[in-house]
């Protein structure tokens, strides 16, 4: 079970807050929209366009292996094409990878679409083509991209699946029972036993970044047939645990963390 952990949204930096563009824009919807921390904020197409692009720009050249759309309204039917690479992305020779037409892999409600990479291809900019025939809009709160990290080992125990249920009981003095229903979130305790030293240099770029406020993106298996319910936008639940040095010169690690949406 493969796991990977993204920590650092290369969609989140301040230049692409102003370097987002679509081929289609609703009213008062921008794409600027996908990369604020607002998950209520979100990008749509105009009315009765379900076949579109989305581009990100951001200053420097970096490594992305992962690109994920979070809380999309894309069904099963959805196709996207990711390509990645600098300055116009039109141009195939300035293009570093091109997926090709290919399903997005939404599976149900979960409104997730991810693609994890098999190594890392340079780029500052992103361009991913969309189009779902069952829409009469298109529908995207945030993006994701950049490098997540897969460690060499996984899982010590496998994931430990928790359940957030954030339901309000009231019982009546006459003996009633209401409800006051609320989303429940998935949560995951995640313990890796054996690290690298590779493996080790990551999770401190991640212990440095990490906070109330940091979002992951956590894949539990990226080999997994349904992907976009295995993909979570997760925020980690108090202090990351400690990096603690064991046998022969490996280390071991936990994450407690909570789904946001």
Same mark, same amino acid.
């Given at each position: 079970?493969?796991?990977? !952990?993204?920590?650092? @949204?290369?969609?989140?930096?301040?230049?692409?807050?102003?370097?987002?563009?679509? +081929?289609?824009? +609703?009213? @008062?919807?921008?794409?600027?929209?996908?990369? #604020?921390?607002?998950?209520?904020?979100?990008?749509?197409?105009?009315?009765?366009?379900?076949?579109?692009?989305?581009?990100?720009?951001?200053?420097?050249?970096?490594?992305?292996? #992962?690109?994920?759309? !979070?809380?999309? @309204?894309?069904?099963?039917?959805?196709?996207?094409?990711?390509?990645? +690479?600098?300055?116009?992305?039109?141009?195939?020779?300035?293009?570093a990878f091109d997926s090709g037409i290919v399903n997005a892999g939404v599976v149900g409600h979960w409104g997730l679409a991810a693609r994890y990479l098999p190594q890392l291809f340079p /780029? @500052?900019?992103?361009?991913?083509?969309? %189009?779902?025939?069952?829409?009469?809009?298109?529908?995207? $709160?945030?993006?994701?991209? /950049?490098?997540?990290?897969? $460690?060499?080992?996984?899982?010590?125990? /496998?994931?430990?699946?928790?359940?957030?249920?954030?339901?309000?009981?009231?019982?009546?003095?006459?003996?009633?029972?209401? !409800?006051? !229903?609320?989303?429940?979130?998935?949560?995951?305790?995640?313990?890796?036993?054996?690290?690298?030293?590779?493996?080790?240099? %990551?999770?401190?770029?991640?212990?440095?970044?990490?906070?109330?406020?940091?979002?992951?993106?956590?894949?539990?298996?990226?080999?997994?047939? %349904?992907? /976009?319910?295995?993909?979570?936008?997760?925020?980690?639940?108090?202090?990351?645990?400690?990096?603690?040095?064991?046998?022969? +010169?490996?280390?071991?690690?936990?994450?407690?963390?909570?789904?946001?949406?």
């Open positions: 079970m493969p796991a990977r !952990i993204g920590f650092d @949204n290369l969609a989140r930096r301040p230049e692409a807050l102003a370097r987002a563009y679509a +081929g289609s824009v +609703g009213m @008062n919807t921008p794409p600027g929209r996908m990369v #604020t921390p607002h998950l209520s904020d979100c990008w749509r197409s105009a009315p009765g366009v379900n076949a579109t692009w989305i581009e990100f720009e951001i200053t420097s050249v970096e490594d992305i292996d #992962t690109v994920a759309l !979070i809380g999309t @309204n894309l069904t099963e039917l959805a196709d996207w094409r990711i390509r990645i +690479g600098i300055v116009d992305l039109l141009v195939p020779g300035n293009v /780029g @500052n900019r992103v361009r991913i083509d969309l %189009e779902d025939p069952s829409l009469s809009e298109i529908e995207v $709160p945030r993006v994701w991209f /950049g490098r997540s990290w897969r $460690p060499t080992y996984g899982f010590k125990f /496998g994931h430990q699946q928790k359940l957030f249920d954030h339901s309000v009981v009231t019982e009546s003095e006459y003996g009633s029972t209401f !409800i006051d !229903i609320r989303p429940s979130r998935r949560g995951y305790t995640l313990e890796f036993g054996v690290m690298s030293a590779a493996d080790h240099r %990551e999770v401190r770029r991640l212990h440095r970044l990490c906070g109330a406020s940091r979002e992951l993106l956590l894949c539990l298996d990226d080999q997994s047939p %349904e992907l /976009g319910e295995d993909t979570l936008l997760v925020l980690p639940q108090g202090d990351p645990g400690p990096l603690a040095s064991v046998e022969g +010169g490996f280390w071991s690690w936990s994450l407690d963390c909570k789904e946001r949406i």
